[in-house]
């Protein structure tokens, strides 16, 4: 069945430090590939995408590319800020039908500290 | 532009009452969800609809009923609350065209955090 599998938090780092979160996934077809972030106290928002293989999705910062040959979407920020502290979700979708619910991984907490 | 907006944040109930969560969203999507979060348990689909009177269930939807009378509107109901559903729970809505630039992402509420006794 279709899955996602991120790294284990909580994860921190230092103001400025380079962020990288894995995210592999396993999913038939050609899914759209999601990272959400949930700042505290708040719903999950997306914070960037990714439709095809080679797509790189990016937003505040944060960059990610959809790797088919790996089956990954690590997500990546140069220098992360105390604003970034929030739990990160990798999440897919198949889009190839009318309905396909979403599949999200567990989640990793990021804390940064100044 | 409201988006989706959950109603209570909180509420505390005894084992055995019954409450209802509300979500509503203006941004006209057919899709909509409700999620329930725990820790070390990520986020899990209880029921969905994809459309004005249509519901299904989700991956946990033992106790949990649904109710989708009007497109903007998704109800959960408790009908008697038991401890193992205490949890914060999360609406969210999308498009169902995959077409639209949007299609697939979702739109959540900020949660309703619930506590059974």
């Known amino acids: 069945g279709n899955s996602v599998t991120q790294m284990e938090g909580p994860v921190t780092l230092s103001e400025e430090a380079f962020l990288t979160i894995n995210c592999t996934y396993t999913?038939?077809?050609?899914?759209?590939l999601f990272w959400y972030v949930q700042y505290p106290g708040e719903g999950l928002q997306l914070l960037l995408k990714a439709t095809k293989a080679d797509d790189k999705g990016s937003n505040k910062g944060f960059e990610a590319t959809y790797r088919k040959e790996t089956t990954s979407f690590h997500l990546e920020k140069g220098s992360v800020q105390v604003s970034d502290s929030a739990v990160y979700f990798c999440a897919l979708t198949r889009t190839k039908t009318s309905y396909d619910k979403v599949i999200f991984g567990p989640g990793t907490s990021l804390s940064v500290i100044p | 532009n409201a988006g989706v907006t959950q109603t209570p944040k909180f509420r505390v109930l005894k084992t055995g009452q019954s409450m209802t969560l509300l979500c509503a969203q203006d941004m006209n999507h057919e899709y909509m969800y409700w999620y329930r979060q725990d820790p070390g348990m990520g986020l899990r689909l209880i029921h969905y609809s994809v459309g004005e009177g249509t519901t299904a269930k989700g991956e946990v939807p033992d106790g949990y009923n649904v109710s989708r009378l009007k497109k903007q509107n998704f109800l959960l109901g408790l009908e008697s609350a038991a401890p193992s559903q205490t949890s914060v729970y999360f609406c969210?809505?999308?498009?169902?065209?995959?077409?639209?630039?949007?299609?697939?992402?979702?739109?959540f509420g900020a949660g309703s955090r619930l506590t059974v006794l």
């Open positions: 969210a809505s999308s498009y169902s065209n995959v077409r639209v630039a949007g299609a697939n992402v979702l739109t």
């Open positions: 999913a038939t077809g050609y899914p759209s």
